[in-house]
């Protein structure tokens, strides 16, 4: 197939393994999904902590849960990458331990406390969640079908995030003042998550026209505001003042004033620079290292009692 | 190495393709398969084939069987009454369903 | 032994009582601190695929020790008391399980869980037809599962041996937990024969602690591994030259320092917060099938 066969028959779920589809449309996909799945990752190591913080042992097995959960779509994912044959689930996790791999902005920053629990679990997985369900419809079929499994698990995780959120927002005042605290200070960051608008953007036209990427920026944003912003003020959370978001009475939208955001912290950290990001990257990598010894071992295992058989080569 | 995962739900039903696992041997994928793909959703039992031992052919390759005109092998194609015996009607109920699906695909 | 079935609750003398709650204890202490040590593998695990096995495995452990914990709030104790406000002296789980692991030490989670895997088999396989009822209706559900965990820890096992490094770091971290092992049958006093007396368990710690040993050592010097010979203390029966018992016991409270360090980390957001309650998500385990 050439590009603008692709174009022309882009659709959802239109092309799968047995498709002999163009190099352009293999990267681009490739790069969405590596990126999804890394922050999978990413992300579920940002939240670990609080699975030994939990002040409860039901919040205990939901964070462990959670947590696992998310491993297991980084599994998913890298698999429905790999399958377009551009790089291996090996290469990815190598380029993520590295520092070369790129994921969502909000897993650079970190996570203190369990005041803040609930803009992951809750903000961020509810944006995701809006985003995934828009990827049901992905033209790369193999995204799409696990997404529909993705979709399915993660209702948990954004009633888990409410839930906490809720205990907080009905508790003491300490608590009531540390959840808006950790909201103002994690907000500009939930609204960068779906990156700025698409002018800013380069990958954007061409994922639209070959039906991996289904709505714009501005609309998964728009999305976003119109059902979370009612739930936090819900909760007694007050928005903060920037950026600037106004509510369009006719068209029922909220619009944002990007220039009130920190697109230079957000491009930095889209490179891997930004200071606790990397922090983040090197631990993870740091413990990856570390248990190298034992992938080893069974790759020699595996070899060895392949009986007859030449050594594979690596997946 | 990889091994592809088959799901069965039911006592009785059919193995599914749910996705796969990485690991050493048969014994291992099996431990890895039953939480990856059994822990979420009802599962009866699980199936594990090493991914190179998995062959497939599609509709790219093949017209599965036909594509000339096979009507014979329907029962819709037969201008009588089935309705004297319930098993014979169902048949035809099933047939005219498949029918009507593969008009679709 | 007894072979009469005790009472509910409220009908229990302050004997059987006091050997219950013993019992309970020490199951549930021993679950919860496994499980929290588990935990720090999430994430960290050496392949996607044996992350989530290990989490569930964390999982499973603590949703054991919430059942057994459940059975102690039938003597009024609450679960913020027993998990969140409870002096380090006073928990009663064996010391191998709280001890932390070295960074990328996957031999000594598979050697550990190998070890407690293989204790809780035995162990719960003897509470099967404990005389008390609240016990032996929750402990075919959690046999289940341990199967599960112990055909992990074996085949594990099996794999990391037949590997130069593999079988180097095994034998080192049988080296380091195999004595502490051990603390998994250390008596918790007087009360252990009130608690054989009672029927609360149908095999004694000495004879499970033989059966343990006849397991694990066989099966890990069949390995290629090799395990220290030396004297036990005398409250043992000698029937194997066994090796030398921790200072710290865990079953009489006493700990390594490791612990205090842990429950400080899983204590910590409960008191940064001010809490006095546990927040509940799933049902009571009576009012579940």
């Not at chain 2, 006592?11 to 431990?31: N, Q, S």
């Not at chain 2, 201008?79 to 169902?90: K, P, T």
């Not at chain 3, 003597?75 to 027993?82: D, M």
């Not at chain 3, 024969?193 to 499970?208: C, P």
Request: aromatic share 10%.
């Amino acid at each position: 197939m050439d590009i603008d066969e692709v174009k022309a028959q882009a659709g959802p779920r239109a092309f799968d393994p047995s498709d002999d589809l163009p190099e352009e449309y293999r990267k681009a996909a490739t790069r969405m999904i590596q990126f999804h799945a890394n922050s999978e990752i990413m992300g579920a190591y940002l939240e670990r902590p609080f699975i030994r913080q939990a002040p409860s042992i039901d919040r205990k097995l939901a964070f462990s849960a959670k947590v696992q959960d998310e491993i297991g779509h980084a599994q998913l994912l890298y698999r429905a990458a790999e399958l377009l044959g551009v790089k291996t689930r090996d290469e990815m996790l190598d380029e993520l331990a590295e520092g070369t791999g790129k994921f969502l902005n909000c897993f650079h920053y970190p996570m203190t406390e369990w005041a803040e629990t609930p803009m992951i679990a809750f903000f961020v997985d509810g944006a995701a969640m809006r985003r995934q369900a828009t990827l049901k419809r992905s033209s790369w079929e193999p995204y799409a079908h696990a997404m529909d499994k993705v979709c399915f698990e993660e209702g948990f995780h954004v009633k888990h995030g409410e839930d906490i959120m809720r205990e907080l927002a009905t508790g003491s005042k300490a608590e009531q003042r540390r959840l808006q605290e950790a909201f103002e200070e994690w907000w500009p960051r939930i609204i960068q998550f779906f990156g700025p608008t698409d002018d800013k953007s380069k990958h954007h036209d061409f994922s639209s026209q070959v039906g991996l990427k289904l709505m714009t920026n501005d609309q998964l944003r728009t999305a976003f505001l119109n059902s979370y912003i009612p739930k936090a003020e819900k909760y007694g959370l007050e928005i903060p003042d920037e950026p600037r978001i106004t509510y369009d009475e006719e068209t029922g939208r909220y619009e944002v004033v990007e220039e009130d955001l920190d697109w230079d912290e957000f491009f930095s950290i889209a490179k891997n620079e930004f200071e606790p990001g990397r922090g983040q990257i090197d631990t993870r990598a740091a413990a990856h290292d570390a248990v190298k010894w034992v992938r080893d071992a069974l790759d020699g295992y595996e070899t060895s009692t392949r009986s007859g058989a030449a050594p594979q080569a690596a997946d | 190495m990889r091994w592809e995962v088959f799901r069965q739900e039911e006592e009785g039903g059919y193995h599914t393709h749910c996705g796969d696992v990485h690991a050493p041997d048969a014994e291992m994928a099996k431990l890895f398969a039953q939480i990856q793909h059994g822990r979420r959703k009802p599962t009866h039992g699980i199936w594990v084939a090493p991914a190179d031992e998995v062959y497939s052919v599609d509709a790219d390759e093949t017209v599965f069987g036909g594509s000339t005109d096979k009507s014979y092998r329907w029962a819709t194609a037969y201008n009588v009454d089935a309705s004297h015996a319930q098993e014979v009607a169902d048949s035809e109920a099933e047939q005219r369903e498949a029918e009507g699906r593969r008009g679709e695909s | 032994m007894a072979t009469a079935t005790l009472g509910n609750p409220p009908d229990l003398s302050d004997r059987e009582r006091a050997a219950i709650e013993a019992l309970l204890f020490r199951l549930a202490d021993d679950e919860f601190v496994a499980a929290e040590r588990y935990t720090d593998w999430q994430v960290r695990s050496p392949t996607l695929e044996s992350d989530l096995a290990l989490s569930n495995i964390a999982q499973d452990e603590l949703g054991h020790a919430r059942l057994w914990y459940d059975l102690l709030e039938d003597f009024e104790h609450t679960e913020s008391a027993l998990i969140y406000e409870r002096a380090a002296g006073e928990w009663r789980h064996n010391t191998m399980s709280e001890l932390p692991f070295g960074e990328g030490d996957w031999a000594d989670a598979v050697v550990r869980t190998y070890l407690y895997d293989t204790a809780e088999a035995i162990r719960l396989e003897a509470l099967v037809e404990s005389a008390y009822p609240r016990i032996r209706d929750r402990v075919e559900k959690v046999i289940r599962e341990e199967d599960y965990h112990r055909q992990h820890a074996e085949s594990w096992l099996s794999r990391l041996a037949s590997d130069e490094e593999g079988q180097q770091r095994l034998q080192s971290a049988v080296d380091r937990l195999l004595p502490y092992g051990l603390t998994i049958f250390a008596p918790m006093g007087d009360v252990e024969a009130d608690i054989d007396d009672l029927g609360l368990r149908t095999e004694t710690l000495e004879s499970m602690r033989e059966t343990w040993l006849d397991t694990v050592v066989p099966h890990l010097e069949g390995l290629g591994l090799h395990v220290e010979d030396a004297q036990l203390p005398e409250q043992y029966d000698v029937h194997h030259e066994a090796m030398e018992l921790p200072d710290e016991l865990g079953r009489d409270g006493t700990h390594t320092d490791s612990w205090d360090e842990l429950l400080e980390e899983f204590t910590f957001a409960y008191r940064d917060l001010g809490r006095t309650t546990t927040t509940e998500i799933m049902a009571d385990p009576d009012d579940v099938e």
